[in-house]
């Protein structure tokens, strides 16, 4: 920071013209994670990008090549969060779906319709289980037992 305001390092698109809508870093990991210090964007276009920070040290207004998507939503990407071992990642979109995504293979683990739109996902901090919030102001809790 500087006399106290953040300091952008850099600034890039997955795709240019595409909106994120929401991210989540992965949580903190002392091993030698191929998935410690990645940040995941979810765009409006339904897909997921995973940006690889671990040693990336992209200069201002140069081509960022650390990122990969991840896709399958048919709408807008809502929320993702990291499981707490960073190995997989969970999406919700406006098509009302959950995905399990194993975050080093882009494959999808499991998938859950749920009735309502959602609005928010969050990994707990330990163990297998996720919550989803939606537009009618429900809470459901979800175990992924792999």
């Not at 002392?30 to 410690?36: E, G, I, K, L």
């Not at 960073?86 to 999406?91: A, E, H, I, K, R």
């Not at 009735?115 to 429900?138: C, E, H, K």
Request: aromatic fraction near 12%; charge should be negative; hydrophobic fraction near 40%.
């Amino acid at each position: 920071m500087v006399n106290y305001q953040p300091k952008p390092i850099f600034t890039r698109q997955p795709e240019p013209g595409t909106p994120v809508n929401a991210l989540a870093w992965t949580p903190y990991d002392d091993r030698s994670s191929p998935n410690s210090e990645c940040l995941a964007t979810a765009s409006s276009a339904g897909w997921i990008a995973i940006w690889r920070m671990k040693g990336a040290h992209p200069q201002p207004n140069t081509p960022f090549d650390g990122s990969y998507r991840l896709e399958g939503h048919k709408s807008a990407v809502v929320s993702v969060s990291w499981s707490p071992n960073n190995d997989w990642l969970v999406s919700v979109s406006e098509d009302r779906q959950i995905i399990v995504w194993d975050a080093l293979t882009g494959q999808r683990l499991a998938q859950q319709i749920l009735d309502a739109t959602p609005s928010d996902i969050s990994w707990a901090p330990v163990g297998a289980s996720f919550a989803v919030t939606d537009l009618n102001g429900y809470v459901t809790l979800f175990d992924f037992n792999y």
